[in-house]
């Protein structure tokens, strides 16, 4: 089955906020990368597996890849970890898992497309087009770190440690979804981290090509030129604190304050004032004001 997701994007794992005058996300290589007491480093691990095909082709059976990202628009640190398994049991998990999803989606199809008919490599075994899907549908997991929650950087030579005021925000791209498709807010697999530390290089492995990840140390000048902040963080000085905007005072209300507020009379000190004889008309209804006024201020009917 075709998938249809959202397009790619290196702000994909959180809604974009990319103002107009801020860069696109760049790629740094990491080759280690330690967020609390978890670890991961960059390589390849196990026996060599050979995939039968046209071209047969050797790969290994595990690899960890780690890719750094500085996210501009969202002012953040992205660190992304994958851990690939091409063993055949995995790489069937994984491809059926895949499958699966596609099903649920958009039902079942006889056509073939995407990640179809997984239920009889077992029988013709896995070709490396199938390791290849399975590594592209692996999980993923994303570490991102706010600039305004780093309060200090310590660098030396291609090793930096960031230290933070609270734990990392984490996401993750679910086993079966296709690289493409938009992470989702997972748990934070740091264990609560408030230190990322990593390692870079300026030498890059085979198969990378140079203009894709550029150099951490290329990275750092465009990060202090978009963010003062980690600026003086990379500098080794304390950033300057944002002023905070005054309250603005609200205009008074001459209701509230009393301040211009015409005095009313009391309605039974005016009918003192008024003299009329006894049994008159006028005397009744000198009588009656005060009751009057108090039951039109009751209802709300008089403002005095």
């Not at 999803?101 to 039902?107: N, P, Q, T, V, W």
């Not at 570490?143 to 930096?160: A, M, N, R």
């Not at 006028?282 to 006024?293: G, H, I």
């Amino acid at each position: 089955m075709w998938h249809f997701s959202a397009e790619d994007s290196d702000e994909s794992e959180a809604p974009r906020k990319r103002g107009p005058s801020a860069p696109k996300p760049v790629e740094f290589h990491v080759v280690d990368l330690q967020a609390g007491n978890k670890e991961w480093h960059a390589g390849s691990g196990g026996d060599m597996m050979t995939f039968p095909d046209q071209c047969p082709k050797e790969l290994p059976a595990k690899e960890v890849i780690l890719l750094g990202k500085v996210l501009f628009g969202r002012q953040r640190f992205a660190f992304e970890v994958q851990e690939l398994d091409r063993r055949p049991a995995a790489v069937r998990r994984i491809l059926k898992r895949a499958e699966d999803i596609d099903e649920a989606r958009f039902g079942p199809s006889d056509f073939g497309f995407g990640h179809g008919n997984s239920g009889d490599k077992g029988q013709r075994g896995l070709s490396w087009l199938d390791a290849w899907k399975a590594c592209n549908l692996a999980e993923k997991h994303s570490i991102q770190v706010k600039f305004q929650d780093i309060e200090k950087v310590d660098v030396c030579g291609s090793e930096v440690t960031l230290v933070l005021s609270k734990a990392p925000q984490c996401y993750v791209k679910p086993e079966g979804e296709p690289a493409v498709v938009n992470m989702e807010v997972a748990k934070d697999i740091t264990g609560g981290a408030r230190s990322i530390k990593f390692r870079s290089t300026d030498v890059l492995p085979d198969g990378f090509e140079k203009h894709t990840r550029l150099e951490f140390s290329k990275v750092r000048p465009m990060v202090a030129k978009q963010s003062p902040r980690m600026d003086a963080l990379f500098r080794g000085e304390v950033p300057a604190q944002p002023v905070p905007t005054p309250a603005r005072k609200r205009k008074s209300n001459p209701d509230e304050s009393g301040i211009g507020k015409k005095q009313r009379a009391d309605p039974s000190k005016v009918s003192d004032d008024i003299s009329a004889p006894d049994g008159s008309l006028l005397k009744q209804a000198v009588d009656q004001y005060p009751r009057l006024v108090l039951a039109a201020e009751n209802l709300n009917l008089m403002k005095l």
